[in-house]
């Protein structure tokens, strides 16, 4: 037994990856052994996810080897875009991804195994086996993915892979998680994990590996690390202190004001803060749904809106770069009923120098760009419109730290002129960048920090008060 | 995109092919002919195929069924209100728009008011509209005036008059696509509904517009289809039905929505006279006619989708 | 609103309907008044069993009245006729619904357009088969769609019968469950190792089995059967896997809503013919009553969300 236990669940020996001219992967030499927690981290395009999809053998290297020298069983995968099927219930996904739960009393069996792994991992999760899919929060969808991939399904669980699995859950829920894959770990099974919250990162992981350019360019265990050696060997200027307090402008008159209590003024980056799921996105979306109309455009738009869900919100897949910038401003720059194309042509190119659209030509297909840049696109759709309010849904969600630099200098410049931010955002260090926050608790607004008020406790005491009570 | 992997060109390569080989047979006599029966057969399926075309670029699960029982009402009323008498060309013409007024406003209405997917509020809508028809008919076959009917069956420069008028909305048609706001606003509430709004796009008017352009399409179509055929037959539409979805996919729109292909509709409008002539010529009975067409169709689907794969 | 209060919608619909045609006709509230009414429904709810199978994978299927009425036309010919080579000619047709279900998936072809074209394909070997209505239906299928069980009618025994089997296999069956799965998110149930293309295969074949067992049911009741005997099918049976609490994408159909929904389409048609509606209007008044059914469950899913 123990020599079985030393081999290593997966190694990767100078494997590379193309997808065309494209070197996603470039040569990689990676093992992970049981009771590994490896911390996987790089900017977008740095490989991950090919790496990822290597492993867990969605397809093959182009050269080089991927081996299990125990076998390929057991090796899991839960990602960032949810793989539920929404109309199924909870059990019922279970048995999708379990083909040995067959004959008569299936669902029993199915409704019991994922009830014990859910308990395991998220206690007191509250989420019934049977209730469907589409009927549960995006916090709880993401539960039941983690579970069905620590999940026994008539094997062992022995290598999980886990890509921004914290990106939907609160900070009480992701602790579970955090806690429940060092017990893993530490009764042998092994952990990729993948995050760009450094701070979990560091919480759970025994090895950090940094991927850059499809490279490994570091490869040591986690406590030979720090923060900003970290974001250094990503390749980007860490900056330690993310408020850049100076030149904060004193606010105009007010400009937004709903009925419940959301206010923002002109020029003033405003935030929503609190557990992830209270309400804050929700509440964007009426504002912004409030201040537009789906009959009528009028030449001049009230507010605008950049998606933090790219694909299901922002990006229009057929189309060009050029065409998914100018949308917004087709109708100010018409003439007579037609489209500027002269107009728009001048104010794609303004924009991709102003934000930095990492391409040659903006008449590319969107999709074409890597997530970030696709991310700046959305910026520069919004901001290229004479909009005096800007609704951001959680927008740097998933995206790099280089252009999250870049889109934070750009919004104080624009506040500066006197464009309003309301700022939805789940990463504390991004709400203290604001002027005014309003945490959010069960779908109302529990506080309204201003100034020296916003600090990481605060947010947190205003987010969790209630809770602790009940 | 290089000349020979545009879409629409497929559709025109398969009419020729289709043409030629029906020539064949006669070794070239005829040909003018046949051009000219495909123009004009060709232009009614080409106006309800445009107006098609413009809902299923609103993305999936737009359709309009509803086309048929829009031509034949369009067509009974028009007629109707004419009354066989000169001069009322016109009248006639305000009439069958109208109605295609009414029937998009009502099927939007449904669409919009009562959340119905537009398969099943166009379907349903449709049996009311055909009842209308039956019941504004009862069985008197009114002829079209003269003059009307003349034009229908007319021609200018050896082109059909039917077929010039299916040209001209085909080039209005594309110039709201490619040049104007309209246009780019459909196309982009096509790729993805949620985000155009998000975008600033007004979708609700964009679709509203849209079902009311396919039942006004359709009703001119089922005007001038009634005057070229002498009067308004409850059955007349029948047959445009699945025409006017398969135009479309032969010309090269995306069914998935957010791309269309206006030349593309002209040339599988040919193409599908042409075909069902070829195989007329050929002597084939009823039968294999159908199979024949059946099999033309999924063979050009399935050629038009092993191109785009490859793109 | 959650999946068992779908089913609410269409049982209260029929009942309604039913209760309308009692009060209008009490006469039909018997046995043979039952069997007539909802005789001719046998053949539409199996048709509409098999469309649900389509649209479960987020397909529609537009050839399936042009299906029927073939399958109609080799029953009342070939399997009367020679029964081995009908009976061969039958299985050949389900396996090719299987076949077109593997093709569709793995060109990746937009179903509503192969079905169309599958439809002049089928209405084309239709017209090869009986140019002209005739034919006649075998013995033992008559007196199949013709026995008289005491207490429930053949008709409405029929219904539950298909019911109950096809709820059995699509909702508590771990297969069906994976079918269902399919319409929901076919990218994960892929990912999970499922041979997506088999899986269409399977629903296209089931549903190619049930349509084949509707034109059989048809000729059985029909004695006859011609080449557009069941061009009407494809429509009635969308709308009756609709009025049932299906919807076209997401895999979300209801077996028992399918069938229920197929009832109430049959009923709604004789309904009109005792209000002595004018024949201009009752196709209209089709129309017009599965707006109002559908109004009905936007109402109550309105009233649903908001409590």
């Known amino acids: 037994m123990n020599g079985q236990d030393d081999a290593p669940v997966v190694a990767l020996t100078q494997a590379a990856k ?176 993948i995050s760009h919250m450094l701070g979990e990162v560091f919480a759970v992981a025994s090895r950090i590996v940094v991927l850059k350019d499809g490279r490994v360019v570091a490869d040591r265990p986690a406590a030979e690390f720090t923060r900003a050696g970290l974001l250094d060997a990503m390749g980007h200027v860490a900056t330690e202190a993310v408020a850049q ?39 964007l979306a009426r504002l912004y749904l409030a201040q537009t109309s789906s009959w009528r455009a009028g030449r001049g738009a009230r507010a605008v809106f950049v998606a933090g869900d790219r694909g299901r919100d922002g990006v229009l897949p057929l189309w060009s770069i050029l065409r998914n910038v100018s949308i917004s401003v087709l109708r100010r720059d018409a003439r007579r009923g037609l489209v500027d194309r002269a107009a728009e042509r001048r104010i794609a190119g303004d924009w991709r120098g102003r934000i930095g659209i990492r391409t040659e030509d903006v008449t590319n297909p969107i999709l074409s760009l890597s997530g970030g840049n696709q991310q700046k696109v959305l910026f520069a759709r919004a901001l290229a419109s004479d909009a005096p309010v800007v609704v951001m849904d959680d927008p740097m969600r998933g ?27 789940t990463e504390t260090e991004e709400v203290c960048q604001c002027d005014r926050v309003f945490v959010f608790r069960n779908g109302r607004i529990s506080a309204e920090l201003t100034g020296d008020g916003i600090t990481e406790e605060r947010i947190l005491e205003a987010s969790f008060e209630m809770q602790e009570a009940s | 995109m290089s000349g020979l992997a545009k879409p629409w060109l497929w559709a025109w390569l398969a009419a020729a092919l289709a043409f030629g080989a029906t020539l064949a047979l006669t070794s070239g006599r005829g040909a003018g002919e046949l051009a000219y029966a495909a123009m004009s057969f060709g232009a009614f399926a080409a106006i309800v195929g445009l107006g098609q075309m413009l809902v299923i670029t609103l993305g999936p699960g737009n359709v309009d069924l509803s086309i048929p029982a829009t031509m034949t009402l369009a067509g009974t009323l028009a007629l109707k209100v004419m009354g066989g008498e000169p001069g009322t060309a016109w009248i006639g013409l305000a009439v069958a728009l109208a109605a295609g007024l009414g029937v998009g406003a009502a ?63 085909a080039a209005a048609t594309w110039l709201m696509l490619e040049r104007s706001v309209w246009g780019r606003w459909l ?38 289809l009634a005057s070229f055929s002498g009067g308004a037959a409850l059955n007349m539409g029948t047959e445009y039905l699945l025409m006017s979805i398969a135009v479309v996919v032969i010309g090269g729109s995306s069914i998935a929505g957010g791309n269309s292909n206006v030349p593309g509709v002209l040339g599988a409008a040919l193409f599908m006279f042409l075909v069902v002539s070829m195989l007329n010529s050929y002597g084939a009975g009823a039968g294999l006619r159908n199979v024949l067409t059946g099999a033309i169709i999924i063979a050009i689907v399935i050629a038009a989708s092993a191109r785009r794969s490859r793109q | 609103m959650p999946q068992r209060y779908r089913i609410l919608l269409p049982v209260v619909s029929l009942a309604v309907l039913l209760a309308l045609t009692f009060w209008m006709q009490p006469r039909a509230m018997s046995y043979f008044g039952l069997n007539l009414l909802f005789n001719l429904a046998v053949p539409i709810a199996l048709a509409t069993v098999a469309q649900m199978m389509i649209i479960m994978v987020n397909d529609i299927d537009l050839s399936l009245g042009a299906f029927v009425s073939l399958v109609a036309c080799v029953t009342a010919t070939w399997l009367n006729d020679a029964p081995l080579a009908g009976l061969l000619i039958l299985a050949a047709l389900v396996l090719s619904y299987a076949a077109l279900g593997a093709v569709i998936h793995v060109l990746d072809l937009p179903a509503i357009v192969v079905t169309l074209g599958m439809s002049f394909v089928w209405g084309g070997l239709a017209l090869f088969i009986l140019p002209t209505p005739g034919g006649a239906a075998p013995g033992w299928l008559r007196s199949l769609m013709t026995v008289k069980p005491p207490l429930i009618p053949m008709a409405v025994l029929a219904a539950i019968l298909i019911a109950a089997i096809t709820h059995l ?36 074949g089931l549903a190619g089995l049930f349509g084949v067992l509707a034109g059989m049911a048809l000729v059985g009741l029909t004695t006859s059967a011609d080449a557009n005997i069941a061009l009407r099918y494809t429509l009635l049976s969308i709308a009756g896997v609709i ?35 004018s024949p201009d209007w009752q196709i209209g008044a089709q129309g017009a009553i599965l707006i109002l059914v559908l109004t009905a469950r936007l109402l109550f899913s309105r009233r649903g969300a908001a409590a």
Request: charged share 15%; proline share 5%.
């Open chain 2, 187 to 224: 196309l982009a509430s096509g790729q993805n509904l949620r985000a155009a709004r998000l975008a600033g796009v007004p979708v609700q008017a964009v679709r509203a517009a849209t079902y009311l352009a396919v039942a006004v399409f359709a009703g001119l179509a089922g005007y001038l």
């Open chain 3, 169 to 204: 296999m699509i909702v508590r069956s771990g297969l069906g469950t994976v079918l269902r799965g399919l319409g929901g998110n076919a990218r994960s149930v892929a990912r999970a190792g499922w041979n997506v293309t088999a899986l269409k295969a399977l629903a296209y």
């Open chain 2, 107 to 169: 099927n939007f209405a449904l669409i919009w008011l009562l959340r119905l997917p537009p398969i099943i509020a166009t379907l349903a809508a449709s049996l009311v509209y055909q009842s209308l028809a039956i019941w504004s008919n009862r069985g008197l076959r009114i002829k079209p005036p003269p003059g009307l009917a003349d034009f229908a069956t007319g021609r200018v420069l050896g082109v059909p008059n039917v077929a010039w008028v299916a040209l001209a909305l």
């Open chain 1, 399 to 425: 995206v790099d730290v280089g252009t999250k630099q870049d889109v934070y200098a750009l919004i104080r410049a624009e506040a500066a002129r006197g464009r309003t931010f309301l700022w939805y955002s």
């Open chain 1, 18 to 193: 193309h997808f065309g001219p494209v070197r996603a992967l470039d040569g990689v030499s990676l093992q992970v052994a049981p009771g590994d927690c490896l911390g996987l981290v790089g900017h977008n395009g740095a490989g991950k996810s090919t790496l990822v999809n290597l492993i867990n053998g969605t397809f093959g290297p182009s050269s080089g080897t991927v081996d299990f020298p125990s076998g390929a069983g057991g090796v899991r995968s839960v990602f960032q875009e949810l793989s539920l099927c929404p109309n199924l219930t909870v059990a019922e996904n279970l048995r999708v991804s379990h083909p040995g739960l067959k004959g008569i009393g299936w669902r029993r069996a199915a409704r019991a195994e994922i009830g014990a792994t859910l308990d395991a991992i998220f206690p007191g999760h509250g989420i019934d086996p049977d209730a469907e899919i589409d009927r549960l929060s995006i916090a709880e969808r993401q539960m039941v993915e983690i579970a069905i991939g620590f999940a026994p399904r008539g094997g062992r669980a022995r290598l999980v892979i886990l890509d921004e699995p914290t990106s939907s859950l609160d900070e009480g829920i992701a602790r579970q998680l955090l806690a429940h894959v060092r017990g893993f770990c530490a009764a042998g099974g092994a952990v990729i994990f």
């Open chain 1, 245 to 283: 307090q100076a030149a904060r402008t004193v606010p105009g008159e007010v400009v937004i004001r709903t009925p419940e209590g959301l206010e923002a003024r002109r020029g003033e980056v405003v935030g929503l803060s609190g557990l992830a799921g209270h309400g804050q996105a929700a509440a």
């Open chain 3, 243 to 277: 009025l049932g609490g299906g919807e076209f994408i997401g895999g979300k159909v209801s077996p028992v809503g399918a069938v229920i929904g197929a009832l109430t389409l049959t009923l709604a048609a004789s309904f009109l013919s005792f209000l002595r509606l």
